[in-house]
């Protein structure tokens, strides 16, 4: 029977064992097989952006977490035996069906009034379940994440966006496909050659305030500094960072020369090279969704599709050096079943 080479829990258990440490000595390793014995110098100029890796959860809203907070409550008072004044079956069908097409004006006050009512019913069978839990052991996060959605509205700060993975923040970049994301913002620095030396992941910093995070990764890993970095006008207001000098697009100044002028214009046309380097990070290896749990999950799964798309590369040098080789041997009449 055809067996895979390991089971799916293995691999989870390897990524907790090796941690985030480990995933950068894979980096780290995916960055030395490209720069061996290479003299292009991938350290003298490089490019830096963020973009945003999106969580395993469904599109948040306070009525799905409200249910899914009724649907919790209930099992466990159904695992432990509890008592329950009422469990509100009946009731609860009701209300989702006046939450449906809620876009439609006559059913828009409808709908908002159910919402409530199931904040209500929802807060109810917390709070008897807390009564009727013996000291509580073991639930006091469960209680606390519950209250806190219980009692966040639409201006409330540090929101919570899914009850199993509550680090989720949410991202506005400006799309107008896509008004919000929900996950976590990652920064992906990229060498001139097109090599990626960094992939941190954040929460929801400031652009500026990635770099030097980022900068750091890239040295530790390598022990080599970057010179100059471009990044887009989101960063600005940092001007350098160690011995790194941030160059950021903007008017030529007057005393420039033409030459300065187009080098400039060059290095930031070489910039947006940057973007379809996180498109395929995102289309063909995995950083579009993120199925890994916590933050340690989101640090682990760019640094794997970094690492991916590095050794990606190398194995596209290999198949052109094998292909060329193959060439030449078939030129020469030799048999290629014998040359490998």
């Known amino acids: 029977m055809p067996k895979q080479p390991c089971d799916a829990s293995e691999l989870v258990h390897f990524r907790n064992r090796i941690g985030e440490e480990g995933m950068e000595l894979i980096l780290a390793e995916s960055i030395r097989v490209n720069t061996d014995h290479d003299d292009e110098d991938h350290f003298d100029t ?37 008592p329950l004044r009422q469990s509100y079956t009946r009731t609860l069908k009701g209300i989702y069906r006046s939450q ?27 709070r008897e379940l807390e009564r009727n839990l013996e000291g509580k052991k073991g ?24 009850l199993h993975e509550p680090d989720v923040v949410c ?10 994301e929900f996950g976590n913002k990652v920064s992906i620095l990229r060498s001139w050659s097109g090599l990626i030396l960094g992939a941190c992941s954040f929460r929801n910093e400031y652009d500026g305030h990635t770099i030097e995070k980022t900068l750091e ?3 530790r890993m390598t022990g080599k500094q970057v010179d100059k970095l471009a990044g ?3 960063y600005r207001g940092v001007k350098q960072i160690g011995q790194t000098k941030i160059l950021i697009p903007d008017t030529p100044k007057a005393k420039d020369s033409y030459y300065q002028k187009k080098k ?22 995995r950083l579009s969704r993120n199925f890994y749990k916590g933050v340690k999950g989101d640090a682990i799964n760019v640094l794997l599709a970094a690492a991916a798309y590095n050794f990606k590369r190398a194995m596209r040098v290999l198949l052109d050096l094998i292909k ?17």
């Open 46 to 82: 490089a490019f830096i952006d963020s973009t945003v890796q999106e969580k395993n959860i469904t599109y948040p809203t306070d009525a799905k977490l409200h249910k899914k907070i009724i649907k919790n409550v209930l099992k466990i008072v159904h695992d432990k035996c509890l």
């Open 100 to 126: 449906r097409f809620r876009n439609h004006p006559k059913n828009r006050k409808k709908a908002l009034k159910a919402d409530r009512q199931l904040r209500t019913i929802a807060g109810r069978l917390v």
């Open 139 to 162: 639930y006091e996060k469960m209680f606390e994440l519950y209250y806190r959605v219980l009692s966040q509205n639409r201006k409330s700060k540090n929101k919570v966006y899914s």
């Open 171 to 180: 991202l506005s970049k400006g799309k107008e496909h896509k008004q919000y």
């Open 217 to 219: 990764q890239t040295q």
């Open 232 to 234: 887009d006008r989101g």
């Open 264 to 285: 400039k214009h060059k290095l930031f046309c070489k910039r947006a090279g940057i973007e379809p380097t996180i498109g395929h990070l995102k289309a063909d290896h």
């Open 324 to 340: 060329r080789i193959s060439i030449e041997l078939v030129s020469t009449g030799f048999m290629l079943k014998y040359s490998f």
